[in-house]
């Protein structure tokens, strides 16, 4: 019964291009079998509250004396970290704004991302190493290692970091490149390009959930 946590995070309810890609990598997921289930969480339709209490980054045994977060932010946090622990499979539509990530994704991973529980710190406690995890990336412009924008993508590195290095998922990216290119007149001229590059997106997302489903 492999389950897959489904999480988006973008502010286009229509025309999403992150949206439209992970709902690809959930139907592929589904596909598989009646036993592929799916859990959604979309962190724009239902933001969670910014992180209330900075001792909400520490297990119990780690805070501070006097630090006392509120008991209903620590139950949504334990509800959150519950459900990531879950997952068999997490899929993240993780567009750029501004450079950085979606406020309401950063939010999630504030919660999730815990010294002591979720990420070994006097103990060796990793509860989430391991677990595949496939963020989709998409962005107006083009960020490739050869063009003008190199080194200035902080949405999937940030991820790859807290997930990846940190957490021990077994993380995966997929990038949709220059899907301004339908929006803004001067970037026509990119428009196959950019089908090209979301064309290889949804390959690598049907690739990927066909083989992290079966
Ligand atoms: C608030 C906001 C900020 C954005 N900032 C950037 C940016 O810094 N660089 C970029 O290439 N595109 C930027 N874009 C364009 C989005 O990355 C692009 O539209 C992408 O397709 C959004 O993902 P979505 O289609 O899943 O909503 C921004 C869009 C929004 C709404």
């Known amino acids: 019964m492999p389950q897959l946590l489904h999480i988006d995070s973008s502010a286009e309810l229509s025309n999403s291009v992150s949206r439209g890609l992970t709902r690809l990598f959930a139907d592929t997921w589904r596909s598989l079998g009646p ?34 977060p509120d008991p209903a932010a620590e139950a949504l946090q334990s509800e959150l970290i519950a459900e990531v622990v879950a997952a068999d499979v997490v899929v ?28 070994p710190f006097d103990t060796r406690e990793q509860p989430l190493a391991g677990t ?28 790859q970091q807290a997930l990846g290095v940190s957490l021990g998922m077994d993380v995966s990216v997929v990038t949709a490149e220059l899907t301004l290119a339908g929006r803004i007149p001067a970037m026509t001229p990119m428009a196959d390009k950019a089908a090209a590059s979301l064309s290889a997106a949804e390959e690598s997302v049907q690739r990927l959930a066909r083989t992290l489903g079966s």
Not at 43 to 51: Q, Y
Not at 104 to 117: C, E, F
Request: aromatic share 6%; net charge neutral.
């Open 35 to 68: 036993g592929n289930t799916v859990v959604e969480r979309d962190l724009h339709r239902a933001p969670l509250p910014h992180l209330p209490d900075a001792g909400l980054h520490y297990a119990r045994r780690l805070r501070a004396q006097g630090e006392t």
């Open 92 to 119: 993240i539509g993780a567009p750029m704004y501004n450079w950085s990530l979606p406020s309401t994704l950063k939010a999630w991973i504030d919660y999730i991302h815990v010294l002591g529980t979720t990420v």
């Open 132 to 159: 595949p995890v496939v963020l989709v990336s998409s962005r107006g412009n083009t960020y490739g290692p050869d063009g003008p924008n190199a080194g200035l993508d902080h949405t999937v590195p940030p991820l």
